[in-house]
């Protein structure tokens, strides 16, 4: 069935460091692609979404590319801030409009 | 604008117990989708509601049912409880039905089953 696998944290980085959280998919068809946030004590929030290869989704300053040919979803920040401090969720919709989300990846960033 | 509302925040419940847990959708959507978030998982989806009636519906098993009022309000029941019935389950809404783009979760009802 369809999943979606993400690297597991928790992650901890200092304040203006790269932050890249791995995310993987098994789908058929062509799913779309999301990534969510959950920030402590709240729901999760819709970060980011592409819906076709190569498509590349941003908000925020972060960014994740629809990659096809690696079946791949990876999240992006060129300079993450303690601000960005969350459980992070990769989330596919399949063509039958289910979602599936990944375990989370707890991300951590200190001044 | 009151974003999506769940009620109640914590529950406590015993095995073979029955539960039912509310949400309120975001002013103006009328679809909700109910989700099991269990401790280090990520959400697993339940069922969708959308125009007072089932729509989709994932792996989970009949003791799990839900009802959606012509307020566009929702109520997650859970019959039976066992021990594995523990999580967090997150309501979403949406508009339209369907699988949506943009749901709005709220924060959840953590429930225990001792």
């Known amino acids: 069935g369809d999943s979606v696998t993400q690297m597991e944290g928790p992650v901890t980085l200092s304040e203006e460091a790269f932050l890249t959280i791995n995310c993987t998919y098994t789908a058929t068809g062509y799913p779309s692609l999301f990534w969510y946030v959950q920030y402590p004590g709240e729901g999760l929030q819709l970060l980011l979404k592409a819906t076709k290869a190569d498509d590349k989704g941003s908000n925020k300053g972060f960014e994740a590319t629809y990659r096809k040919e690696t079946t791949s979803f990876h999240l992006e920040k060129g300079s993450v801030q303690v601000s960005d401090s969350a459980v992070y969720f990769c989330?596919?919709?399949?063509?039958?409009?289910?979602?599936?989300f990944g375990t989370g990846t707890s991300l951590t960033v200190i001044p | 604008d009151a974003g999506v509302t769940q009620s109640p925040t914590h529950l406590i419940k015993t095995r073979g117990q029955q539960v039912t847990l509310r949400c309120s959708p975001k002013?103006?959507?009328?679809?909700v989708s109910w989700y099991q978030q269990a401790l280090g998982q990520g959400p697993q989806f339940i069922f969708q509601y959308y125009e007072e009636e089932e729509r989709q519906r994932g792996n989970f098993p009949d003791r799990f049912s839900g009802h959606q009022f012509p307020n566009y309000s929702s109520e997650l029941n859970v019959n039976a409880l066992l021990l594995g019935d523990s999580a967090l389950y997150l309501c979403a809404s949406s508009f339209g039905g369907g699988a949506p783009y943009e749901q709005y979760f709220g924060p959840g009802t953590r429930l225990t089953v001792t």
């Open positions: 989330a596919l919709r399949d063509t039958g409009n289910q979602f599936y």
């Open positions: 002013s103006g959507h009328d679809t």
